[in-house]
């Protein structure tokens, strides 16, 4: 079990908001220990504040803070160990910041205050639960209103900036793959995008090479496909991933300077080779699935900064391609903190769906060397069925989306899910491919199937049996493809409805 230190401030609300300031700075000066109360030892020295964990399963320090009702707040702070911070409306987490760390870093959230006229307390805490001994150290949190550099858009111009077309369905397919032979299939299929994976390179190539060199050849392929993208109608939206770019392992991902500049120069090499194509462009997926597993539940805080950035880069090389963006963490929906839209009306937003994920992943990368009969006692789960602890339906689907619901509501933007899919050998998967689709379709969402001829368990050619997890077995005409197939057929509706 992993140790959380807890630190805990009361945060009530006062009567008067003209009294509340706009900014506060919790800082630790020496000999200000008397103003805080507490559950185990700490200490003030140098400004910074000192925590010890002391085998106790309550430990928390805290003070009150007043903070506005319906207010944007920016929480930073900088510490290091296992500390995290939670924001509390009686019971209700409306903001988590994990200060987590080997080193100190300064990270930080947004979150929104809610709207409430009585005097109930936020609560403002870290706290460790596992009761062993640690030591946890803070220089700094500071709680302050969010700056209107914050993108405020004009929600009518938002609800009426569209792609071309405004909804696509389709499919994941590798860049090395695509040829006229797969266009043409893919065409069969009726799809009018395709999500395409960049980060594949010719045989006898290796990322040794020089980044220069790599995103030129990557460029070069992307143009060579684009008669072939007009020839069939088929929109492209490509992605860059982690597997793209060389990076320091010690030091983190989005954390390296080096990744960001990187990106920077790939997209802009990307932007001004194809500006003269753009109209087979649907969206630049600027980065699959953002990630920091030290920063979780929260989306990397080096992110949304470094989107702005390489939208600025792309906008100077094309002013008029859209491009999609996944908030994170990793592929999920995490609207939970306050959303922030990147400064810009030609953004699809973007998340991935593979909820529940005990299902929809069962039986990946965990029992490969395992005996068969015990493979069957562990992937054997069927949809619809009880997935941790709740069970899961079409209408469980259907809660499931609340997050993105909340979101357009606020936001009329378009929205992608830019990956769906579920095991081959998951009892009932073609009837949750059909219950995703079916959610997806009633709230008008574009998606992307994951993913033409990919790993064994997601591609459509797997037969859907039990046995097919440990066998290459291969159907023409499976059962997600019938529902993938019987999907897509909307495509040509549209756009025979439109002809006419």
């Known amino acids: ?24 700075e919790i800082s630790f000066p020496d000999g200000s220990e008397s103003a805080w109360k507490h559950t185990v030892p700490f200490e003030f020295k140098d400004g910074v504040m000192t925590f010890h964990t002391n085998n106790g399963w309550d430990s928390k320090m805290w003070k009150p803070l007043p903070l506005k009702a319906g207010t944007t707040y920016r929480v930073s702070g900088i ?36 709207e409430t006229e009585n005097q109930k307390p936020f609560t403002f805490y870290f706290f460790t639960t596992d009761g062993q001994k640690g030591e946890s ?55 009018n995008a395709l999500r395409i994976w960049m980060e594949n390179v010719p045989k006898g190539r290796s990322y040794k090479e020089s980044w220069e060199v790599l995103v030129d050849d990557i460029a070069t392929r992307l143009e060579k496909i684009v008669p072939l993208a007009r020839k069939y109608g088929i929109k492209l939206i490509p992605v860059l991933s982690a597997r793209n770019i060389k990076y320091d392992k010690n030091i983190g991902f989005l954390r390296d300077p080096k990744t960001h500049e990187q990106m920077i120069y790939f997209w802009t090499q990307i932007a001004v080779r194809m500006k003269e194509h753009h109209d087979v462009i649907w969206a ?52 939970g903190e306050f959303p922030k839209l990147l400064p810009d009306y030609k953004v699809v937003y973007s998340t991935h769906y593979y909820s529940p994920h005990s299902f929809t992943h069962q039986g990946i990368g965990q029992l490969a060397e395992t005996d068969f009969e ?52 998951g009892p009932g998967t073609e009837v949750w491919l059909k219950d995703v689709i079916d959610m997806m379709e009633k709230r008008g969402l574009s998606w992307i199937f994951h993913g033409y001829r990919d790993a064994r368990c997601w591609n459509l050619e797997t037969e859907e ?12 005409n499976s059962k997600r493809k019938q529902v993938l197939m019987e999907a897509l057929k909307k495509n040509t509706e549209l756009l025979n409805k439109n002809h006419h």
């Open 465 to 476: 049996c039990l046995e097919s997890f440990k066998e290459k077995r291969k159907v023409p």
């Open 284 to 335: 630049y997926d600027l980065f699959n699935e953002p990630i920091d597993r030290d920063q979780l539940p929260h989306a990397p805080a080096e992110w949304y900064p470094l989107a702005c950035r390489l939208l600025k880069e792309i906008r100077t090389a094309d002013p008029d391609v859209w491009v999609m963006y996944e908030p994170g963490p990793g592929g999920r929906a995490g609207w």
């Open 137 to 191: 150290q803070v220089k700094s949190v500071v709680i302050e209103e969010a700056k209107p550099d914050l993108f405020v858009p004009d929600l009518e111009k938002l609800k009426a900036s569209r792609p071309e077309p405004a909804v696509v369905r389709g499919m994941g397919v590798n860049l090395m793959a695509l040829n006229d032979e797969t266009f043409q299939e893919l065409n069969s299929y009726n799809v």
């Open 79 to 114: 510490g290091k160990g296992k500390i995290r911070v939670q924001i509390k409306d009686g019971k209700k987490i409306i903001a988590s910041l994990n200060l987590g760390g080997n080193a100190f870093r300064e990270k930080a959230i947004y979150f929104l205050t809610p």
């Open 1 to 24: 079990m992993k140790k959380f230190v807890s630190f805990l401030l009361l945060l009530p609300l006062l009567l008067c908001a003209e009294a509340i300031p706009a900014r506060t």
């Open 374 to 425: 015990k493979v069957k006692e562990k992937i054997n789960k069927p949809y619809p069925g009880k997935f941790d602890g709740l069970y899961y339906d079409k209408a469980e689907l259907d809660r499931s989306f609340g997050s993105v619901d909340r979101f357009l509501a606020r936001y009329p933007v378009p929205y992608c899910i830019g990956e769906f899919s579920a095991v081959a050998w």
